[in-house]
Each structure stands twice: as C-alpha cells, then as structure tokens.
C-alpha cells in the first residue's frame, strides 16, 4: 500500500462529457504528480502541484485541469471528453520535489470514453 | 520523441537466472535515474535509483548499472523469481526549474519469470 488513494477506481463516461479524478497523497507529501498511461504508451506527465502551487506542466491538453487544496488532496478534472482521453490516470506524491524524493503512486483510475 | 526508451516491450527468463532490462535515454540533461515495478492493477513502486555521478547501485537481488557515454542503463535481477513478474518502467530525472524535477518514464518491459 502506497499510501496514496484514487477515486473512483473506474470510470465509464460518455463522450463530450466531464470528470473529477481525486486524489489524496501519501501522509507527510507536498508535491502530487498526475501521469496518463494510454494504450502502448508510458507514463505521460501531465502536471505537478506542491504545497498548492502549480510547479510543472506537461503535456496536459487544455480540457483538462487541476488543482490542489489546502489539505493538500488534488483533483484532475477531465472536459469535453473524447475518445482518445480513455487511459488509466495515476496519481502520485512525493515529499519534496527533487530527484530524491520517488514518487509513491496510488492504484490509478480507469477512464473509458464511450 | 520518445527521450526514455526501453526498446523490449517483454521479456520472459527461468526462474534463478538472471534478468537484464535495458533502458536507452537521449538527454544529456538527466542526471537521476529510476527504475519502477507495476503489478496488475496497481500503481508503479519505486525499486532502485542511480545517480549520474556514479556507474552502478545494489540493492539485494537489483543492480542497476549506467553507461552515460553510451546513454543507456540496465537493471540486473539476479537470481529471477516468479514474484518478480511485473512491467519495469525506466524513469530519468532532469532540473525542469528552480528545485523541480520532471520525471520522464519509458513504455515499460514486461518481464515474465518462469517457475
């Protein structure tokens, strides 16, 4: 147990629709890290937050958006959904955000666009 | 353009022998890097980690070695065992501003250990 914790675990949409993805980290972290692993492909990167703050974007297209609250969870919201957003969306956190500090990972969240 | 690669997508070996990932990279800028094991179902958990500044780390049963000239690392798994079966993702590290760090994860190899 990785000690971070994805909701819902699946989800089953319709296209053009919108989604909220959460995410509680691991107790102690400041940094909470969004990835999308689509079919064939790896961890894509999408967007850091710590301590409430944005840090890094990656390639996070612009229906999609994020957010991290004073209690430190993070919400991934998902808009106009087509197709090719169904992947499996991880979370992560980390205590800092060096190299040192790995990234703990939660189950992710199943995401199916119909 | 893929920056981390792990050009095997499976790999499959006996248990008790040996495992050998590799993971290819095109950033001069990375200078840490990570390997992650994902069960089904699960999200990836950090195995072992080099540094650039060294060539070689070990941890029990794991080893990874860097080659910086050739640009390329490997994770040793030595003996193999079933338990072992899993996708191993290749990660590498780069400054992307300040104090953070961007994580670039490969596709991943699957690794299966046969009894």
């Known amino acids: 147990d990785s000690g971070v914790t994805q909701t819902p675990k699946h989800l089953i949409t319709a296209t053009g629709q919108r989604v909220t993805l959460r995410c509680s980290p691991r107790s102690g972290d400041l940094s909470v890290y969004w990835y999308q692993q689509s079919l064939d492909q790896g961890l894509q990167f999408l967007i850091q937050?710590?301590?409430?703050?944005?840090?890094a974007k990656g390639n996070i297209l612009e229906r999609f958006s994020a957010q991290q609250f004073p209690d430190l969870h993070s919400e991934l919201n998902l808009s106009s959904l087509e197709l090719g957003d169904s992947a499996l969306y991880f979370c992560?956190?980390?205590f800092g955000t060096g190299p040192f500090s790995p990234l703990h990972f939660g189950n992710g969240t199943r995401l199916t666009v119909t | 353009d893929q920056q981390v690669k792990q050009n095997s997508p499976s790999l499959s070996v006996q248990e008790g022998r040996i495992s050998i990932l590799n993971c290819d990279y095109t950033n001069s800028m990375f200078d840490y890097f990570l390997w992650y094991k994902k069960y089904p179902a699960e999200g990836p958990t950090f195995l072992i980690s080099i540094s650039s500044i060294k060539d070689k780390n070990e941890d029990g049963r794991f080893t990874v070695f860097l080659n910086k000239s050739a640009k390329h690392l490997s994770l040793h798994i030595v003996p193999s065992q079933p338990g072992d079966s899993a996708v191993y993702f290749c990660?590498?590290?780069?400054?992307?501003?300040?104090?953070?760090?961007?994580?670039?994860f490969g596709k991943g190899t699957l690794l299966t250990v046969n009894p």
């Open positions: 990660a590498a590290s780069a400054r992307s501003g300040g104090s953070n760090y961007k994580l670039t």
């Open positions: 992560a956190s980390s």
């Open positions: 937050y710590y301590n409430g703050e944005e840090r």
